[in-house]
C-alpha cells in the first residue's frame, strides 16, 4: 500500500505535468506524533510529545516553485523511533521513482535537525541531490557564530527591532571523519512587545551554492509541511485514536 500510494502521487503528478518541464522536485520528510488509547503493540510514552503514540514519518512531494506540498509516504513507527529511522530507505526508493519519471529534473531534500547524521549525509551526496538540513546548535558553530550574534544584539539595541543575520562556516563533526560541509548560521535576535529580546539562531548543512539568506529562505519553505500535517489532523482525523485504526495499518511500510 505504500509503494501504491507513492507511485499513485507520482503518476498523477507526471501526467498533470506532461506538458511543462519540471525542474525541480523536492522531498520534504517530517515525523508527526500519532496519539494511542490502550496497548497497542510499538504504542510508546515520547517525552517530546508528553504522550503514548505512534510516531510516523511523513513524505511530502512538490514540484518546481509550486506551493501545493503532495503526501506521498506515511510509514508507521514506534512512538520512539529515531527521526531518521526509515528515512534513508524512503529516500533511496523514492528518488529512484522520481528519477524514473522526471529524468531531466533536479532533486532537491530539505530536512529539520532531527534527521542530521553522517549516514544521511553521505547517502545524499553519493545520490548527487540538493540538500538542506537543519542542525542543532553546539559548541563549536555558537563559537563561530558568536560575532554575528554579538552585531544582531547591538543592531537590535540601536533599534527596538528584531534583527536576522546570515554568514556561513566549513564544519565538520567529529562523525564527520573529518569531511567539512558549508553550515549556514542565522543570528536572529527576536523583539516583541512586553518581552526581554531573545537570541533564535539556526544552523542548515546544505551543498547549494547559494547565499546564506537565500539557502536559509528555501529551508524555512519546508516549514509548510506542518500546515499539511494539520490537513491530516483536522480533515481526515490523523491521530484519532481507535478511530483510525484501520486507516493506520493501510499504510504500510514501503
Same mark, same amino acid.
Given at each position: 500500500?505504500?509503494?501504491?500510494?507513492?507511485?499513485?502521487?507520482?503518476?498523477?503528478?507526471?501526467?498533470?505535468?506532461?506538458?511543462?518541464?519540471?525542474?525541480?522536485?523536492?522531498?520534504? =520528510?517530517?515525523?508527526?506524533?500519532?496519539?494511542?488509547?490502550?496497548?497497542?503493540?510499538?504504542?510508546?510514552?515520547?517525552?517530546?510529545?508528553?504522550?503514548?503514540?505512534?510516531?510516523?514519518?511523513?513524505?511530502? =512531494?512538490?514540484?518546481?516553485?509550486?506551493?501545493?506540498?503532495?503526501? @506521498?509516504?506515511?510509514?508507521?513507527?514506534?512512538?520512539?523511533?529515531?527521526?531518521?529511522?526509515?528515512?534513508?530507505?524512503?529516500?533511496?526508493?523514492?528518488?529512484?521513482?522520481?528519477?524514473?519519471? @522526471?529524468?531531466?529534473?533536479?532533486?532537491?531534500?530539505?530536512?529539520?535537525?532531527?534527521?542530521?547524521?553522517?549516514?544521511?549525509?553521505?547517502?545524499?551526496?553519493?545520490?548527487?541531490?540538493?540538500?538542506?538540513?537543519?542542525?542543532?546548535?553546539?559548541?563549536?558553530?555558537?563559537?563561530?557564530?558568536?560575532?554575528?550574534?554579538?552585531?544582531?544584539?547591538?543592531?537590535?539595541?540601536?533599534?527596538?527591532?528584531?534583527?536576522?543575520?546570515?554568514?556561513?562556516?566549513?564544519?565538520?563533526?567529529?562523525?564527520?571523519?573529518?569531511?567539512?560541509?558549508?553550515?549556514?548560521?542565522?543570528?536572529?535576535?527576536?523583539?516583541?512587545?512586553?518581552?526581554?529580546?531573545?537570541?533564535?539562531?539556526? @544552523?542548515?548543512?546544505?551543498?547549494?551554492?547559494?547565499?546564506?539568506?537565500?539557502?536559509?529562505?528555501?529551508?524555512?519553505?519546508?516549514?509548510?509541511?506542518?500546515?499539511?500535517?494539520?490537513? =491530516?489532523?483536522?480533515?481526515?482525523?490523523?491521530?484519532?485514536?481507535?478511530?483510525?485504526?484501520?486507516?493506520?495499518?493501510?499504510?504500510?511500510? @514501503?
Amino acid at each position: 500500500m505504500g509503494g501504491a500510494l507513492a507511485d499513485t502521487v507520482i503518476n498523477w503528478n507526471a501526467r498533470r505535468l506532461r506538458r511543462k518541464k519540471v525542474k525541480r522536485v523536492t522531498i520534504d =520528510l517530517d515525523p508527526t506524533d500519532d496519539p494511542t488509547d490502550g496497548a497497542q503493540q510499538y504504542s510508546l510514552f515520547n517525552g517530546h510529545y508528553g504522550s503514548w503514540c505512534y510516531l510516523p514519518l511523513l513524505g511530502f =512531494l512538490s514540484f518546481d516553485n509550486e506551493p501545493d506540498q503532495h503526501l @506521498f509516504a506515511a510509514i508507521l513507527r514506534p512512538g520512539t523511533a529515531p527521526a531518521g529511522q526509515a528515512a534513508i530507505h524512503l529516500l533511496r526508493r523514492t528518488i529512484a521513482r522520481l528519477r524514473a519519471k @522526471f529524468p531531466k529534473a533536479k532533486i532537491r531534500v530539505r530536512l529539520d535537525g532531527g534527521f542530521a547524521s553522517p549516514d544521511m549525509f553521505e547517502y545524499l551526496e553519493e545520490e548527487k541531490v540538493e540538500y538542506l538540513i537543519a542542525m542543532a546548535k553546539n559548541k563549536v558553530l555558537e563559537r563561530r557564530s558568536k560575532r554575528l550574534m554579538g552585531t544582531a544584539r547591538r543592531l537590535s539595541r540601536e533599534s527596538g527591532k528584531s534583527v536576522v543575520l546570515f554568514s556561513e562556516t566549513r564544519y565538520a563533526a567529529r562523525s564527520w571523519k573529518g569531511q567539512k560541509r558549508r553550515v549556514i548560521y542565522k543570528a536572529e535576535v527576536v523583539c516583541l512587545a512586553g518581552r526581554t529580546p531573545k537570541d533564535n539562531p539556526r @544552523f542548515v548543512v546544505t551543498n547549494l551554492p547559494h547565499k546564506p539568506e537565500n539557502v536559509y529562505k528555501i529551508y524555512r519553505m519546508r516549514g509548510d509541511s506542518e500546515n499539511r500535517i494539520k490537513e =491530516l489532523d483536522n480533515e481526515l482525523y490523523f491521530g484519532g485514536r481507535a478511530a483510525i485504526a484501520s486507516w493506520r495499518t493501510s499504510f504500510a511500510s @514501503f
